[in-house]
């Protein structure tokens, strides 16, 4: 099979959401509404177009996945730190498996540290993240703002030391909280 990771465009977002949705409908963890959290993010200042990728079939012009890190701070009162989110990273069923999720991360990460972003945040499985360099938010006393358990909270930093002097309660855009 033939894909490549490109930027997400305004003429995708239709089908990105389809993609998303197919994703998460068998989903026990989800409440399959990741597709529209997609959608309230391009709607907010936390989006970041060129963090907005999605995997091409270049054989039969179809989006097989998708990935998004958008804008999020990390600390207290007004010592707040810029981050980024990523949530969520969705591959079509029949795709699984395949190594396109692990390519969809492995390109939005070097594409944030290329863009200057310092750090990224995931709610996600505890055995997969550590693969691309996660560990337990909480070693930088950076906690969610929900319950969760702590091993699935995580964070990575994009350069050595970034989250060092950052502590405090992740703020997400409110299309997370809608």
Known sequence: MNYSIRQEQRKDYKETEEVVEKAFESLEESDQSEHH???????SDAFIPELSLVAWNE???????????????????????????????????????KGIGRALIENVIAQAEKSGFQSIVVLGHPEYYPKFGFKKASSWNIEAPFEVPDEAFMALELKDGALDNVSGVVEYSSAFME
């Open 59 to 97: 054989e039969n012009h179809q989006i097989l996945g998708h990935i998004l890190l958008s804008k999020i701070f990390i600390g207290s009162g007004s010592e707040k730190v810029e981050s980024l989110a990523l949530a969520p990273v969705s591959v079509l069923p029949d795709y699984q498996g």
């Open 37 to 43: 959290l997609v959608s309230k993010i391009r709607e």
